[in-house]
């Protein structure tokens, strides 16, 4: 899902537990993660779910600041990370016979075409959604911004359709709109809500006690967690700690802990959850996008597959992994930082995995 950025503060004061030399590569202007307290936080899991640096650093004076360091176990908003576990679940039901990726949006959902909420929608396969190749647009936007309305599905299909179509069907576009239609697939063949679905498929085998997708618009993150920061329409900071769980739902609204975060992405590239050539639509790039670099941030020693981000406003989550599942780093960053430097964020991420797996040259 979309972020925003947001300012810089005053002087930082750190909440460090990390060994020294990990310490100095994450307080690096390069390599900084983010603030605890009201201007943010970090955690992360390291070499096979162990506990490998926890850090925040709060640029807020501390007597106005509510918290401490955030814990490793804290639940975050996992993004667009969210997307692998909604892919996955409709890739079950291909294999389960009760779904082909060659079947068209139409037949399958056949009310969205009745009711023109996509348009072109018996060109649209199921592939189409997953691979994001559709050239549906996306819904985000005026439509969809009331922060205590719950929006159904249809309202997010109907935001959409509102705007033009980027790109012609079969090339890749960027939009959060195929993963809500993948939810709504998911719903009609299982007779089940999304969230009770993921959970059944997903979170309930893989012990994932601490994940789930809320499904209103005030529910929001359970326990302590760190909150971040978005700019307004005039440009001041607000928490943004309360996003609308309505717009997100397939596309991006499931929540859950670095631990747990760990534990799919092991679990999925394991082939634990889809077969190997199922496993391949989703990581597989689409149809005209080029191959990632081989080797990931490590350049293959240790191996990191690609991919395996998300963000809204005030946070950045992203958990990488090795393509044999023996390695992750799970990471969630609560953002106080202008848009030019939070283009910054996904670098500093890579440098701090560096610091943590890369062999010191």
């Known amino acids: 899902m979309r972020g925003a950025g947001l300012e810089r503060g005053p002087a930082r004061h750190r909440l460090d537990s990390c060994r020294p030399r990990q310490a100095r590569e994450c307080a690096k202007g390069d390599g900084r993660l983010g603030e605890d307290g009201p201007r943010g936080g970090s955690h992360r899991r390291g070499v096979r779910g162990r506990q490998a640096c926890r850090k925040g650093i709060s640029r ?49 959902l056949p009310k969205v075409a009745e009711k023109d909420l996509v348009e072109r929608a018996d060109e649209i396969t199921v592939r189409n959604l997953i691979q994001l190749t559709s050239g549906i647009p996306d819904y985000i936007g005026p439509d969809t911004s009331d922060p205590t309305r719950d929006y159904r599905p249809t309202d997010l299909l109907a ?3 509102n705007n033009a179509r980027p790109v012609e069907i079969g090339t890749f576009n960027y939009s959060n709109t195929n993963y809500i239609l993948l939810g709504m697939i998911i719903e009609k063949l299982s007779g089940r809500p999304l969230a009770a679905e993921l959970n059944r498929r997903l979170f309930a085998p893989l012990g994932m006690r601490d994940t789930y997708l809320p499904t209103k618009a005030a529910e929001g993150i359970k326990g302590p967690h760190g909150h971040g920061y978005a700019p307004d ?25 670095a631990r747990e975060m760990s534990v799919f992405q092991r679990a999925f590239r394991q082939g634990k959850l889809l077969p190997a050539s199922l496993t391949k639509v989703i990581t597989d790039p689409p149809p005209g996008q080029p191959s990632p670099p081989a080797g990931g941030a490590c350049s293959g020693n240790p191996e990191f597959a690609a991919g395996g981000g998300g963000s809204a406003p005030g946070f950045t989550a992203a958990t990488l992994t090795s393509s044999d599942g023996r390695l992750q780093f799970a ?20 440098n701090a995995l560096k610091s943590l797996f890369c062999p010191a040259k």
């Open 159 to 161: 935001a959409s359709r």
């Open 60 to 108: 807020v004076p501390p007597a106005r600041r509510k918290g401490g360091a955030i814990p490793s176990t804290a639940r975050y908003r996992i993004g667009s990370q969210t997307k692998t576990m909604t892919a996955t679940a409709v890739l079950q039901l291909v294999k389960e016979g009760k779904l082909s990726l060659d079947d068209e949006l139409s037949e399958v």
């Open 331 to 350: 990471v969630s960053l609560t953002l106080a930082m202008d848009d030019a430097e939070r283009g910054t964020v996904p670098s500093r991420i890579t």
């Open 233 to 257: 329409e005039t440009g001041t900071m607000r928490d943004a700690d309360k996003i609308n769980a309505t717009t997100m739902l397939g596309a991006g609204g499931v929540i859950s802990t």
